[in-house]
């Protein structure tokens, strides 16, 4: 069973506010990574981390930000919510695999479905 | 040009009805195409990873297989648990060893 959690799972809030989405994991990880994910669709890479001050934009383009203080905590943060960002957010890690220029499976989080109104 | 498609967009089978999906891929030099499933409000669970053509893996009434262009995910004598979504998902040099993945396929199974 994957050690990776999202909170909150539901956020309902106002445009113009700031949030912060959560995500950590205990299996001590090295890469971190934001997807979005709208129903139906596929999943879109926004941010990803390999490693502590370690970040980088994804392929889709986002208004968020994220950091990468610890190993174990990867948030993104939204500074003044918008209804475009409706949409559920999936954060996942990965190990590296053997050789380490190839990635084992990603471990995802149950997701936070964001809606901002 | 998608990078990585799932056909069919949705699956709709009777219990014990056998049936296939299928990713297919655009890139070259792949690293690793990986296959998970889906349920709805949640995020993906890992099923399998594939590296290299003609690889095979099994759990339970699942089989996935690899060839140079595509994965197909088996699905033998399914039960209405199966029901989900099945992502596709693939690694590359060409995309900086991120993993892109397809729109997924929504198989339903009736009993």
């Known amino acids: 069973e994957a050690d990776i959690y999202q909170t909150p799972r539901y956020l309902v809030i106002g445009t113009g506010k700031k949030i912060t989405l959560e995500c950590s994991q205990t299996?001590?990880?090295?890469?971190m990574y934001w997807y979005q994910q709208d129903p139906g669709m596929e999943l879109h890479l926004i941010h990803y981390?390999?490693?502590?001050?370690?970040?980088e934009k994804g392929d889709l383009s986002s208004e968020s930000t994220v950091s990468r203080i610890r190993t174990e905590h990867f948030p993104l943060t939204l500074e003044s919510a918008r209804p475009s960002h409706t949409s559920q957010y999936l954060c996942?890690?990965?190990?590296?695999?053997?050789?380490?220029?190839?990635?084992?499976?990603?471990?995802f989080g149950q997701g936070t479905r964001l809606t901002v109104v | 040009e998608d990078q990585v498609t799932q056909s069919p967009e949705a699956l709709r089978l009777q219990e014990g009805e056998s049936s296939s999906l299928n990713c297919s891929y655009t890139v070259s030099g792949l690293r690793g195409l990986f296959w998970y499933r889906q349920d709805p409000g949640k995020g993906p669970e890992f099923l399998f990873t594939l590296y290299s053509a003609g690889e095979e893996k099994e759990k339970e009434r699942l089989k996935a297989t690899l060839t140079k262009k595509e994965s197909f995910l088996h699905i033998t004598a399914p039960k209405p648990e199966d029901s989900a979504t099945y992502l596709c998902a693939v690694q590359a040099r060409e995309y900086g060893n991120k993993l892109v993945f397809g729109a997924g396929t929504i198989l339903r199974v009736k009993s």
């Open positions: 299996m001590g990880h090295d890469k």
């Open positions: 981390s390999y490693g502590v001050n370690s970040t």
């Open positions: 996942a890690s990965t190990a590296l695999g053997t050789g380490g220029a190839v990635n084992t499976e990603a471990f």
